[in-house]
């Protein structure tokens, strides 16, 4: 695989920011296609500057939802370079997602050669503002004209490089989140376990419904019995009882995310007892009003750890740990990214270094 690169005009390149991001809003100078056609394979990806493509409206994907993606950072290290985080965790997830959709999966070298070429070429864009980061979006979509069959044999793949701020704007501040009874995110046998934008056009109505009655997530139940908690909004979530961390296992409709599988790694490894196991909301509500809850949390990428402080269910509220960050929480978060921007010695062989050559 040979990749094409074209880099941008100097005079037309973007100034790099330094802060403000937001996050997902601001792109680099450059992103990277890779076409894919059912008679030739993969081409070979093109890296040229980031900007809108031609395209026909009929494409198969704006229609029939064929599409996967993929969210990882790259993050600035003290000692001036990059690191990427568990990333080859992330390509495998893709390949998973599009196996699940239907689609081509990609060499995982390959996919890897793709991001760190870009990320090189775009390296000075990893911001060093404390907690900012530099997310990347591999994605795939079915790219054939055509709406008279739901996937074609086209398909387009293309990274976006953004540099964001952390994910909830309020910081590192327990959050307040909705137990929806009425609405699913997934169904055993579905897509739950799938990066696909289904899921997340899914969850959106449920979520604005959340956030008017004043919260920030929906927290999801599984969708037979409407009893067992699932995921936070696009994160996992973890409960923790003294020095046990719970976690609910996956079972096809959760997302396995890599932040949770690193952090039931990671809090082993600091001597906490870890557990994926069933949890059902009327158990899990009595447990936070009776104090053996003492920490909630969500996590995933963009945000890494989110505090929660407050749960609403069927019109009860239950307070966990005063509605503060708890030792915990605290801990995994300082270990993490302690890891994640190289603050941190990497005991376990998660990070992957990039110096900016191409
Ligand atoms: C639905 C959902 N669950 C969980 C996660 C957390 O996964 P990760 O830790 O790999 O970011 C995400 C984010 O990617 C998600 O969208």
Redesign the pocket.
């Known amino acids: 695989m040979r990749i094409d690169i074209q880099k941008i005009d100097p005079a037309q390149a973007k100034p790099i920011p330094t802060e403000g991001f937001g996050f997902g809003k601001i792109f680099t100078n450059h992103m990277l296609t890779r076409h894919y056609s059912g008679a030739d394979g993969w081409m070979n990806p093109q890296i040229e500057p980031y900007g809108p493509i031609p395209m026909e409206l009929s494409l198969a994907s704006l229609h029939y939802a064929q599409e996967i993606f993929e969210?990882t950072k790259a993050y600035r290290r003290p000692d001036g370079a990059v690191n990427l985080f568990r990333i080859q965790e992330?390509i495998k997830r893709f390949n998973r997602s599009a196996e699940r959709l239907a689609m081509p999966t990609m060499d995982e070298e390959e996919h890897l050669d793709c991001i760190v070429t870009l990320m090189n070429l775009d390296e000075a864009w990893v911001p060093a503002a404390p907690k900012s980061s530099l997310y990347i979006r591999p994605t795939m979509i079915s790219s054939e004209a055509t709406i008279g069959k739901m996937s074609g044999s086209e398909f387009l793949f293309f990274i976006l490089l953004s540099p964001v701020d952390p994910y909830f704007a309020t910081g590192f501040k327990p959050i307040s989140v909705f137990v929806e009874d009425e609405f699913v995110r997934a169904v055993r046998g579905g897509v739950g376990d799938a990066?696909t934008g289904g899921?997340y056009a899914a969850s959106v109505f449920a979520t604005k419904k959340a956030i008017k009655a004043g919260y920030k997530q929906v927290v999801w139940l599984d969708a037979i019995e409407r009893r067992y908690v699932e995921?936070m909004g696009?994160?996992?979530i973890c409960f923790v009882y003294g020095d046990q961390i719970v976690t609910p296992p996956l079972n096809g409709t959760?997302?396995p995310?890599?932040?949770?599988e690193s952090i039931l790694h990671l809090g082993r490894d600091l001597g906490y007892q870890v557990a994926e196991e069933m949890i059902d909301i009327n158990d899990l509500m009595a447990d936070i009003k009776a104090g053996k809850v003492t920490e909630a949390f969500a996590?995933?990428?963009?945000a890494v750890i989110a505090p929660i402080g407050q749960f609403g269910y069927k019109g009860e509220q239950a307070v966990v740990n005063d509605n503060q960050v708890g030792q915990v929480t605290k801990h995994l978060y300082d270990e993490l990214t302690g890891i994640q921007y190289g603050r941190i010695a990497d005991r376990f062989g998660w990070t992957l270094k990039i110096d900016g050559v191409n």
């Open positions: 969210g992330n990066k899921n995921e696009g994160m996992n959760i997302l995310g890599v932040t949770r996590c995933g990428t963009a």
